[in-house]
């Protein structure tokens, strides 16, 4: 156990990638080693970035491995993708164009994918950053696609939080939809080579004009950062090293003012909340499953038989001890 824990510390990559895999098939020997890594972690500046599917999360990505890298850091990189039970088609593109930075040690790159439970996912993103924080990568960049519930808890493991848009696709909209607008301490207008880069960053600006002052925590509105096309090197480059500046200065905003104890809070709720499903939860919900209980339950409650409120507070007494 411990040998293990020492190799992750060293940077072995064979090990985290072991160890990242046996937590996604939830075993409990894995879950045994990240109690060891768990006080070791608190080094990494975790930066989750979201955005709809094609809009160039990933491009961006492997441009700030290389702006980050230039700057001796060390990089983490954990793709995620919620909405797909298989290592789909674009993460193996995603894999490919990472291809680049495969020989460069100073360069981590996995990817999780929904496998069995959908809850699972959110747990095993938590669990994959701590490892990378522990091999002591400076930074991790996690990729997760803007939809829903499931993806703002993902965010949630991160410091800062870049959200991409791109014109024509009335994401603004869709932003305040999903709450990601509360979310973003940084914005990307991404493929600004396309028609109507100008429109949607006036009304961004619009939008957080009209927001309260509180959601600006210590002062820190929101930069919009315009990505050049990422087909003309020159300025591709220019705009990420911008970037890559805006991300450390946040960071440096959330040290400076203090904040980052509360970034670390929202984190931890969300890792116990996780930690919480997955050893009660979960282990009910399996007992359930596997004697047949849970599917005459929904047998009854189609029939009308019963209602779910009795049915959840009968489990909650066989299994919580409770009243
Ligand atoms: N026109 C244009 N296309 C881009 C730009 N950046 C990325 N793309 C293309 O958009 C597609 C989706 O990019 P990808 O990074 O995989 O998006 P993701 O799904 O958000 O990770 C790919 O075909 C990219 O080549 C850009 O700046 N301009
Ligand atoms: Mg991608």
């Known amino acids: 156990m411990m040998e293990k824990v020492k190799k992750i510390k060293s940077g ?106 959908l809850g699972g996912l959110a747990k095993a993103v938590g669990d994959a950053i701590h490892i990378m924080d522990v091999m002591g990568k400076d930074i991790v960049l996690v990729e997760t696609v803007g939809t829903g519930q499931q993806e703002v808890d993902i965010i949630n493991h991160s410091h800062t939080v870049i959200v991409v848009l791109i014109p024509g696709m009335g994401d603004e909209i869709q932003a305040i939809k999903a709450g990601i607008l509360e979310i973003a301490d940084i914005f990307v207008i991404n493929k600004s080579d396309r028609e109507g880069s100008s429109k949607l960053r006036r009304e961004l600006m619009a939008m957080l004009d009209m927001a309260p002052l509180s959601s600006f925590p210590a002062g820190w509105r929101p930069p919009i950062l315009k990505c050049d096309n990422a087909f003309e090197p020159d300025g591709f480059v220019k705009s990420l090293e911008i970037m890559s500046q805006t991300i450390d200065d946040h960071y440096q905003h959330l040290i400076k003012h203090d904040l980052l104890g509360t970034r670390v809070h929202r984190k931890s709720a969300v890792e116990l909340n996780e930690a919480i499903k997955c050893s009660v939860l979960e282990p009910v919900l399996a007992k359930l499953v596997a004697n047949g209980e849970l599917e005459c339950m929904i047998e009854k409650l189609s029939k009308k038989e019963t209602d779910p409120y009795t049915l959840a507070e009968e489990i909650a007494k066989r299994y919580l001890k409770a009243k």
Do not use: C, Y
Not at 31 to 54: C, Y
């Open 12 to 117: 072995d990559v064979r090990t985290a990638s072991r160890l990242i895999r046996h937590l996604e098939d939830g075993m409990a020997e894995a879950r045994a080693t990240m109690k060891h890594l768990f006080p070791l972690t608190g080094h990494s500046h975790v930066i989750g970035i979201t955005g709809s599917p094609g809009a160039g999360k990933s491009t961006l990505i492997d441009g700030l491995v290389e702006s980050f890298r230039k700057k001796g850091k060390t990089v983490g990189v954990l793709a995620v993708d919620p909405t797909s039970p298989f290592t789909g088609g674009a993460i193996l593109g995603d894999r490919i164009r990472m291809q680049r930075h495969a020989e460069d040690p100073g360069v981590f790159v996995r990817s999780l994918a929904t496998r069995g439970s």
